[in-house]
């Protein structure tokens, strides 16, 4: 029988670093050791997106994502079974999705901003943990990202901070952050925090099997 890997949660708000802290993570393990699993690849298509009231596309709601399909992914992960899926090109047109395998591995991480309220992946969960920074510091990094990564006008940038972005925070994210294994206080550095996170999983993987 397939053991059971080990599957932590990440959320936070947008720019709370939580991008960064997986990455940093990914760097210190094997795609063997630990597979990241990013609700980002989830997105239904720009044609299916929400339109506000002023006919602009809402990206962060619940409803922006094919939940049920990150489910299944997520079950079949466990079941020790890899995954393929076309990466998420943030709905860029010039960008060619690539296929990209991930593995199953003892070790499964789900990240995305919705994966705690998500209940069928959230009840999957041993671990949860909550990237959290202040508001300002949250919009600056949103500020920086969309405009020099995404070329994207500071008044667009601040519309969905605003509109979709902080409303959508307060409802369906930050809820679930009193619940958490883990806050992680990231309005300067992490790294305390992803030592700590590291040392758990190596624990984990140096385990005898049970």
């Known amino acids: 029988m397939h053991p059971k ?41 720009r044609e299916q997106q929400h339109t506000d009231e002023n006919n602009e596309k809402n990206f962060d709601l619940p409803e922006s994502f094919k939940e049920e399909e990150y489910h299944q992914d997520v079950l079949r992960l466990l079941k020790g079974e890899d995954v393929v899926l076309k990466e998420y090109t943030y709905n860029n047109p010039l960008a060619e999705p690539k296929l990209v395998t991930y593995k199953a591995a003892p070790v499964v991480v789900i990240e995305g901003i919705f994966v705690f309220h998500f209940a069928d992946v959230s009840n999957l969960m041993d671990y949860k943990i909550f990237i959290d920074a ?74 005898p099997a049970q």
């Open 134 to 207: 202040d508001e300002h510091i949250k919009l600056i990094r949103r500020i920086r990202r969309d405009q020099i990564e995404r070329n994207y006008p500071l008044e667009d940038v601040l519309y969905r901070y605003q509109h979709h972005v902080f409303p959508s925070y307060a409802q369906y994210i930050l809820p679930y952050k009193s619940s958490c294994d883990m806050v992680v206080d990231n309005n300067v550095s992490f790294e305390d925090a992803m030592q700590n996170l590291k040392t758990t999983i190596r624990e984990r993987l140096n385990a």
């Open 5 to 45: 890997p080990f599957v932590i949660g990440i959320s936070g708000g947008s720019g709370s670093g939580k991008t960064t802290f997986v990455k940093e993570l990914a760097r210190s393990f094997s795609p063997e050791e630990v597979c990241i699993l990013s609700q980002d690849n989830y997105y239904k298509p």
